[in-house]
């Protein structure tokens, strides 16, 4: 064999075994494919990771773990490394989820705890979601940290009273926040949204805090009633049926300002007061207050159902049979509070169309009255 062809051979073996090194590092844009991540630093050795042959393992420093994995922290902090200078920091107690079922569009699921993301060189055709059980959260080239936690950790029936605290801050860049209930975008650097949602099974609730960052930087805040606003800081509540554009809101301060031709209409909701909109504007109604409460009641008993399939899904070391045994009990009591939740929602659904109806009559004897006084 010439020397020619011995070095061709072996360069040829030498670019095969670079190809997975490649894929996960920082050539051009273009060439960079996410497939997994490295693990850069773990502080102690109780960190766990399983991948898709099933059974958990120790978290190996300076290993490349390709998608889908889960990783749970316990004690440890994880620094894992998708591509040049783009990181995710795992705080102790977190479970996550990582996944690309989708080339380009790695997605990662944080079940409990809190990651924290450094994306500053994020390729530009790819893009990255955190999700918990209840919103998304999404960006390109920015940094920001989301958590999920629930106040109450013992397991049971009991757990679901528990609130489902789950928080978005942006460090920097620019993320946006979407659920069943909501749509926030522009978040900015300094800005953070505290939520407590919960999809629900025919209703979803969520109690929203906005907190303003740098300067006069605002919210954009869009509702499923096509409804649309702009805030500098403020806290709500939003319960809606599933499969419905219809909402009850309540505004708990004087921050939150409509955007659109109904800006006077709509502003003149009380802080404190829940209103369903109808037609072009924002009305009272006797039960909005008891829908806001029975949904919550609904979205508490489902998130920890939605908690207790992923952990049946993704997690070996649980106690399936008890996890089974209250999934049982948590389906009756959600389906037993999803039912009171969309009856009182009915009684203003009724109410809101013969509302409606009342609105556009009298809209338009205004017009023939305009008519007639041209």
Known sequence: MSKQIRLFVSLFI????????????KGSEKDTIITGFKVIQISDKTARIKGSKGGYAKVEEGK???????IKSNRSQVLIKFSEHNTARLLPKTTLHLSSPKVRHPKLKLLD?????????????????????????????TRFEVSYSGEDKQLGIDRAKADRNQSFKCTKGEIYLASNSFRIGGIKKGQAVTTKAYS????????IALEKGIGNQSFRISLPDKSAYVATSSSFEIAKP??????VIKVKDSNLKTLGFFEETATAMTPGRAYVKVGDSYVQHAESENYLTAAAVEGKFDARLKEVDLQLAL?????????????????EKRDEAAKKASTIFKRIQQDRQIRNVLQNIRRNINRQQMRKAR
């Open 14 to 25: 030498i670019s095969l075994l670079l190809i997975p090194f490649a894929h996960t590092q």
């Open 64 to 70: 490349f773990y390709a998608f889908p994995a889960t």
């Open 113 to 141: 705890g809190k990651v924290a993301l450094e994306l500053d060189r994020f390729p530009k055709d790819h893009k990255m979601e955190v999700s918990t059980p209840t919103a998304v959260c999404g960006a390109v080239g």
């Open 200 to 207: 629900g099974k025919e209703n979803s609730y969520c109690n």
């Open 242 to 247: 599933v499969d419905s554009d219809i909402a």
């Open 315 to 331: 997690l070996d070391d649980v106690d399936k049979k008890q996890l089974n045994a209250e999934k049982q009990m948590l389906a």
